[in-house]
């Protein structure tokens, strides 16, 4: 029997209630998914430099190439949503269906480019013999078994724009037990398991994520979640495909964009110094952690407004935005308090080094001003995008980072003393305007009138 949290109407009762029941436990598993590099990296570290170095940029290129997948289901997260609102769950399932055939194809791609590409790309970069070998032998594993990945991922999207969050967080924390345990016996070769070293790592994401796949596949065909998937009357829609290909590929766009602009900033950074480039990659995590569960608001208002636009009240699809905001902007008013005062103290988990502790605590207390408007630039970005808006917040991205953000670290470190300040200035100030531009598109509301 379904338990009454399945059965619940999100397009009903107050909109505060329905964005904390679907946000906590988004919030939840995307914290889990951070676990993986994390734990990737604290084991490989015992293999040496080359295989950390290898690790750590093969594990980037994966990254770039993930947000290629990630964008496409954007489309499926925004049109299940919508026909879920309207009542169509037989439309809903058709929309499943063409988005898992674009997640096999697209893993198929991805599988040909690790077997056959993943030296070329890692020698890009410059680095090392012994840093292409380590880095290729985990990137080719972990790109001829992206399908696992596509399949966690796809009926996790499906799950969470029916409504049902709660199932994926599960499937989410069954996963990365699995990884957690499992990683150190296939690097290291302990009790029956071979010694794989790094390719041990890339292994254990795709046995695990397999493992992930399976029962969110079971949870799916068997109905024991909102949604109930079936092949029943199965066959390709091309036009429904091209119409998922057209809301997925702008948010694809974006969070490559997004990745490459990150490579940039590393660039600009890297003149001032060792210690200026470790700072800048230090903020770098704290700001994950605090964009996780701003991204957890802004997926399940997205859902919200997906699904309340479905069932024709573009009002309360406007709310779920606003109010994800205010939620997230009132924690880190609090939170950037702590952060103001004890910035030296958050610095040590990582470091003690006096200088990296230093100059860390100065690039976050600068990030404060971004983190009052994370809330504002992220959580709507996602909502639009969760409407089917992709192309706007494509065009925002591209815009802000390449025109604004770019251009800002590469003149402001010329005015401003020390120079490594300016990088980060310009990376609030970017951030800044992309609030501005989204607060004022969300408040008119051309994204309530797209089509999906």
Not at 77 to 86: K, L
Not at 393 to 410: D, F, N, R
Request: charged share 10%; glycine share 10%.
């Amino acid at each position: 029997m379904r338990s009454a949290a399945l059965e619940r109407d999100w397009t009903k009762g107050s909109v505060l209630r329905n964005l904390l029941a679907l946000s906590w436990p988004v919030i939840v598993g995307q914290s889990l998914n951070m676990l993986g590099p994390t734990v990737d990296m604290i084991w490989v570290g015992k293999l040496g430099a080359a295989a950390v170095a290898g690790v750590g940029i093969a594990g980037m290129a994966v990254m770039v190439l993930n947000s290629l997948l990630m964008g496409l289901f954007t489309g499926v997260r925004a049109m299940v949503a919508r026909f879920f609102g309207a009542g169509d769950s037989g439309g809903a399932n058709h929309i499943a269906q063409q988005g898992f055939v674009i997640g096999i194809v697209f893993s198929i791609f991805m599988a040909f480019v690790g077997i056959f590409f993943a030296e070329p790309i890692l020698s890009v970069f410059g680095v090392e013999p012994d840093v292409v070998a380590e880095g290729a032998a985990y990137m080719r594993i972990q790109l001829t078994g992206i399908v696992t990945m596509s399949l966690v991922m796809m009926a996790q999207t499906v799950m969470q724009a029916s409504g049902d969050t709660v199932t994926p967080m599960k499937i989410a924390v069954f996963f990365r037990i699995i990884h957690v345990i499992l990683c150190p016996f296939l690097i290291f070769g302990w009790w029956l398991f071979p010694q794989l070293g790094v390719s041990g790592a890339a292994l254990t994401n795709v046995v695990s994520q397999g493992l992930g796949g399976a029962l969110a596949l079971w949870f799916l065909f068997t109905g024991r979640t909102r949604m109930q998937l079936t092949l029943k009357n199965f066959s390709l829609d091309g036009s429904i495909i091209w119409r998922l290909v057209k809301i997925g590929f702008p948010a694809s766009i974006s969070g490559m964009h997004r990745m490459f602009t990150h490579l940039v900033l590393v660039w600009f950074m890297a003149p001032f110094g060792t210690i200026a480039l470790a700072a800048h990659t230090l903020v770098q995590r704290v700001d994950t952690f605090v964009q996780t569960p701003c991204a957890g608001f802004g997926q399940s208002a997205g859902v919200l407004a997906g699904q309340n636009l479905g069932a024709g009240q573009p009002d309360r699809a406007e709310k779920s935005g606003w109010l994800a905001v205010v939620l997230f902007t009132g924690i880190m008013a609090v939170a950037s308090v702590a952060i103001w005062f004890w910035a030296e103290k958050i610095v040590h988990i990582f470091s003690t080094e006096p200088e990296l502790v230093r100059m860390t605590a100065a690039f976050i207390r600068i990030q404060i001003a971004g983190y009052m408007m994370f809330g504002v630039a992220i959580i709507l970005s996602l909502c639009v995008e969760g409407v089917g808006d992709t192309l706007f917040t494509m065009g925002v991205t591209l815009v802000s980072m390449w025109l604004i953000q770019v251009p800002l670290a590469y003149f402001l470190p010329q005015v401003i003393e020390p120079g490594y300040y300016g990088v980060r200035w310009a990376m609030v100030i970017a951030l800044v305007i992309r609030a501005i531009i989204y607060g004022a598109y969300f408040k008119v509301g051309w994204w309530k009138r797209r089509k999906v």
